[in-house]
């Protein structure tokens, strides 16, 4: 699969976001964006003329904007070949959602006494249950992926806010691959809104536990899922 018209098409609406300095880590935020919301999908092929052209930036700082991505894990340069969306192994959606449990437990562990700041949480959890009544199951994972990111956002760290918008970023890689979103995301509004519920109330020992056992049911179901969808579980890149 390689990068279409259409896709670098749409790019050219994001060169405003660029502003007067086109620098590597503002065409990398672009690009991240786009492969989080599946404009570019696991396994496709980046064209380096169509993107630099639709971003109106240089390739030299196009490939340094690739390098970042790489280092995220959400590229990966194939010699001779080119620059790919990564497509994860079974074992990276393991690694990522060990890594959400270590970090978002820890926040509402460690989030104090009540009340707690909660209106971006609320947002996206009403804005999950409004995309589901209307059949956005696109809308309700990205949603989804809202709340998690708000509920670290909770504990007021820039690291840790960019840790997460790193690994929700891969983990995005998985959902994209998977056929049936509402399958998916569906089972988990009903879960965003007991954790909502819990933290509104105070009860962070409560929301702690919805939460944690919340991400290994959401683990197990991922990964079931997508080691079928790969056949023998192994990963493959490009």
Known sequence: MGTTGSEAGGLADDRALLGRTSTAERVADILRTRIA???????????????????????N???????????????????????FVRVLAVEDVVDIYRTRRLV??????????PPFAL??????????????????WKG??????????????????????????????????????VDDPQALHGPYLVRNREILDALSAGEREKAEHLLADYLDD??????????????DGSGRDG
């Open 104 to 113: 978002e437990c820890a926040v509402v562990h460690g989030l104090g006494k």
């Open 218 to 231: 959401s683990r197990d179901q991922l990964v079931e899922v997508y080691a079928h969808l790969l056949g």
């Open 37 to 59: 919301e599946g404009f570019f999908r696991p396994g496709a092929r980046l064209s380096e003329d169509s993107i630099a052209g639709a971003l109106g930036v240089s390739r």
């Open 140 to 177: 309700v994972s990205t949603a989804n992926i809202h709340f998690h990111r708000e509920l670290v956002a909770l504990a007021g760290s820039a690291r840790t806010d960019e840790l997460m918008r790193s690994v929700l970023a891969e983990l995005r890689l998985a959902f994209h691959m």
């Open 119 to 136: 209106d971006a949480l609320i947002r996206a959890v009403t804005g999950g249950e409004r995309d589901a009544r209307e059949g956005d």
């Open 61 to 83: 700082t196009l490939r340094e904007a690739f390098r970042l991505l790489t280092h995220e894990r959400l590229l990966v340069h194939q010699l001779n070949r080119g620059v």
